[in-house]
């Protein structure tokens, strides 16, 4: 079965950074795109970027110049390098897939605060 697991959440001072993983099983990763994904408090579920099979990539603006996504297909791992970190991107971090269906992991936690 599709399994994701999100790890690599934590509390961070703003200006910080932190690497997210989502490690993904049950699926042929290297020919899936890959999505990951934020919700803070009191808000809704928001794209924050994604990475095609090729490689290609995508950010929303409020994450562009600062985040980098990327994925080792060897590992069926992507990774979300989060740099500048500021308050507002306080959140539960998920990754997504849709292989037939929407898949979600369990999230990791992103805190940024002083």
């Known amino acids: 079965q599709v399994q994701l697991v999100e790890s690599g959440g934590g509390l961070v001072q703003p200006g910080g950074s932190l690497r997210l993983s989502c490690a993904a099983s049950g699926f042929v990763f290297r020919f899936t795109a890959v999505g990951w994904y934020r919700q803070a408090p009191g808000k809704q579920r928001e794209l924050v970027s994604t990475?095609?099979?090729?490689?290609?990539?995508n950010y929303a603006d409020s994450v562009k110049d600062r985040f980098t996504i990327s994925r080792d297909n060897a590992k069926n791992t992507v990774y979300l390098q989060m740099n500048s970190l500021k308050p507002e991107d306080t959140a539960v971090y998920y990754c997504?897939?849709?292989?037939?269906?929407?898949?979600w992991g369990q999230g990791t936690q992103v805190t940024v605060s002083s």
């Open positions: 997504n897939v849709f292989v037939g269906a929407d898949y």
């Open positions: 990475i095609t099979s090729g490689g290609n990539t």
